[in-house]
């Protein structure tokens, strides 16, 4: 089994750890998943708006199917990397914690987000490197180093695992593999109390001087950025899809994201994020949002282009051969 090549290979120290942190896990009674057949794509063609485009159903039923699993297993890194950035925010928020209480639950977060990383990681078949690591989970370990105790609670706790919320429903509802469908509802009923946790403990300070100018400043500049990286649209799902098209011009993007209703899917991800915010923040911080139209969504032009220039180089070869 790989497993005993990859124990063979660890200093004896090493293994002994390694069977401390599982019995630790087990003390803490922790459930492993069922194993399950993790050879086929987890989440298919509806999961992805695929049904009704001609550019998808033109490529053959091999590319669909390996960029399927190519999908599939971006989903799973990025969720590994996101949750394993839990465990360094719950250390954090530990230690800047303003009661014994709020201590006491980010004790709690930590374990659950342990767990969650466990659960992730049990269906393999995905790399770990550092290489792999998505921007938005960089983003986000850069928020989680870097941010203040208020952009914290607005950013990683109201704005992203809110969004975790809708975002984890939707993978296990689409998820063709029971047991990825369960994990994923079994994180998901964590992720609501980190959430909720979030929302109080921020309205403590919404309309205090602990949510200081400074502060709302480096909130609305990771904001942006975040806004940025979910307006831009189906960045993955084009990059992979556009690795098996012949010929990619944009004027094919332009076709495909209207095909996948692209706009639309994103539109209503903004929307999302607007509504996080709306119900927490202060009106004057909500005013700059909409000043800046931070949170406005992209035309399908602007999509099109946007993609074009940030998918690695597919289409800037293809305008250069011109
Ligand atoms: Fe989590
Ligand atoms: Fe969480």
Not at 207 to 236: C, H, Y
């Amino acid at each position: 089994m790989k497993s005993n090549i990859f124990l063979s290979s660890l200093s004896k120290d090493q293994k002994e750890f390694l069977n401390l942190l599982d019995l630790t896990a087990k003390v803490h009674r922790e459930v492993k998943p069922v194993e399950s057949d993790n050879s086929e794509p987890v989440w298919q063609t509806d999961f992805f708006h695929l049904d009704n485009s001609d550019l998808w159903n033109s490529l053959s039923l091999k590319k669909q199917r390996s960029v399927l699993l190519k999908l599939g297993e971006k989903i799973f890194q990025e969720a590994y990397f996101i949750e394993y950035a839990g465990m360094s925010y719950a250390a954090k928020m530990n230690l800047v914690s303003k009661s014994k209480e709020e201590r006491e639950f980010f004790c709690f977060v930590a374990e659950e987000e342990a767990k969650h990383l466990r659960l992730i990681e049990s269906f393999g078949n995905f790399s770990v490197a550092s290489e792999n690591i998505s921007s938005f989970a960089l983003l986000v370990g850069e928020i989680i180093h870097e941010a203040n105790r208020p952009s914290h609670l607005l950013l990683i706790q109201i704005l992203l695992e809110g969004w975790g919320l809708s975002y984890y429903k939707n993978l296990s509802k689409f998820s063709r593999n029971e047991t990825v469908a369960q994990v994923f509802k079994q994180i998901l009923k964590d992720e609501i109390r980190h959430h909720s946790a979030g929302v109080l403990l921020f309205a403590q300070i919404k309309e205090t001087p602990a949510f200081t100018d400074q502060d709302q400043t480096e909130f609305l500049s990771f904001l942006e950025r975040i806004a940025f990286m979910v307006k831009i649209g189906p960045w993955n799902l084009c990059d992979e899809v556009f690795k098996h098209v012949k010929h990619p011009t944009k004027e094919k993007l332009r076709t495909f994201l209207e095909e996948c209703n692209g706009v639309v899917v994103t539109s209503e991800k903004m929307q999302l994020l607007e509504q996080l915010l709306e119900k927490n923040l202060p009106d004057k911080v909500l005013k700059i949002i909409r000043e800046k139209r931070i949170l406005d969504p992209m035309t399908l032009d602007e999509m099109t282009e946007a993609l074009s220039q940030s998918i690695s180089g597919t289409f800037q070869l293809v305008e250069d051969r011109k």
